[in-house]
């Protein structure tokens, strides 16, 4: 009897909960449209029906699919467990800074290991949290600044689950063969799992915690900021194509999608049918704009530098001011943020300046001097 009625509840969770139409991923490029201008947020892929603040939590499971489907791979559920053994922890200053080195143990089926470092600052109570997407531990040139605000750092050494090297079966696809995930996936999967061990800390504050990357990291750190909710600032730095850029709308010198897929460089970032769009680019059935509107209603602060045109400037504009249609039907119009500095191509003080400002706004509810610069 008590599982027929669970049986029952469950179906009526599922027939509430799935649009009408279910979104059928199409098997080849002749069955998708052209469409030149960024495809449409607010209308559903399968039955074409007007999105609303009502039914936006269905649309963002499409984009979630869509998105998967056609960039980055499906990736795995939460695993049933997430440890962490430690190695080492010492004082760095006489104002009690330490530092944690650790191995997270990600254990269902096959047990997978990843290291992490974790800097707090020695203060009392739950703390926030930057996530640092990284290839391997040691970017410590921030820890200072942050310490100071009273943030905690975490660094996760994500090439031990997959490296960055094409040809390269990752830890991480070994584990879960069922899921066609590529690297990036199973990178911002890696900055998911730090997340679930952090939930078991007592000094964390579980409603922030953020996540930065840059470039490659900061592809991966957009994609898990949008799919995971736990992420309440998503801070992708310079990330550009496959990233905070665009694929249709390129700038001069842009990185293009065939560029990036091109099986001498990166195609093993992506899933493999992202190549199908080379030169066919306005086929696309979504572009970053759904990414960023994945992370609405929480905040998203995309930093980019002027001369960066690898990055396509032009085309992260275009994103970010696109998915300021869904940040403004959940009212947080402010929380989408974009954020240009003169220079290069790199993570750099001034970007994380712009972040922890960005930060303190919206999780402390301190308001920048000039909260304009942070428009699209
Ligand atoms: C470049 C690549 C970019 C960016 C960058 C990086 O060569 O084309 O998309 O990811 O590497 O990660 O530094």
Not at 87 to 99: A, I, N
Not at 263 to 280: D, I, S, T
Request: aromatic share 10%; proline share 6%.
């Amino acid at each position: 009897m008590k599982l027929l009625l669970i049986t029952a509840l469950a179906t009526i969770a599922l027939t509430v909960d799935l649009p009408a139409d279910r979104w059928n991923p199409p098997q080849s490029l002749d069955e998708l449209p052209e469409v030149a201008e960024l495809p449409k947020l607010f209308e559903f892929a399968a039955s074409h029906q007007a999105v609303t603040a009502d039914n936006w939590l269905q649309r963002r499971r499409e984009l979630e699919e869509i998105v998967q489907f056609y960039e980055y791979g499906r990736m795995p559920p939460r695993p049933d467990v997430v440890t962490a053994e430690q190695l080492q922890r010492r004082e760095l200053t006489k104002s009690g800074v330490t530092e944690e080195l650790m191995t997270l143990i990600i254990d269902s089926k096959r047990q997978l290991r990843m290291r992490i470092a974790v800097y707090s600052p020695g203060r009392s109570g739950r703390l926030p949290v930057f996530i640092r997407e990284e290839a391997a531990l040691g970017h410590l040139e921030e820890v200072p600044r942050l310490m100071e605000r009273g943030y905690m750092y975490v660094e996760y050494a994500r090439d031990d689950l997959d490296p960055d090297r094409p040809g390269v079966v990752g830890a991480a696809q070994i584990a879960y063969p069922a899921y066609d995930w590529a690297t990036l996936s199973v990178w911002a999967w890696a900055g998911m799992r730090v997340v679930d061990y952090l939930e078991s800390r007592d000094d964390v504050d579980r409603q922030r915690i953020g996540i930065v990357g840059h470039s490659r990291g900061g592809k991966a750190a957009l994609l898990a900021g949008a799919l995971d909710t736990r992420f309440s600032l998503v801070a992708p730095n310079g990330s550009g194509c496959g990233g905070a850029g665009s694929f249709r709308v390129q700038g001069d010198g842009g990185e293009t999608l065939g560029e990036i897929t091109d099986p001498e460089r990166f195609a093993y970032w992506f899933h493999p049918r992202l190549r199908w769009f080379v030169g066919q680019e306005n086929r696309l059935p979504f572009d970053q704009h759904f990414l960023k509107a994945l992370v609405a209603p929480r905040a998203l602060i995309c930093t980019e530098a002027n001369n960066d045109l690898w990055a396509n400037p032009k085309g992260t504009r275009f994103t970010s001011r696109a998915a300021g249609k869904a940040f403004r039907l959940l009212g947080e119009e402010a929380k989408n943020g974009l954020h240009f500095r003169d220079g290069d191509h790199n993570l750099s003080a001034a970007d994380w300046n712009a972040i922890l400002e960005f930060a303190d706004w919206h999780w402390f509810g301190r308001q920048p001097s000039d909260p304009k610069r942070f428009q699209p």
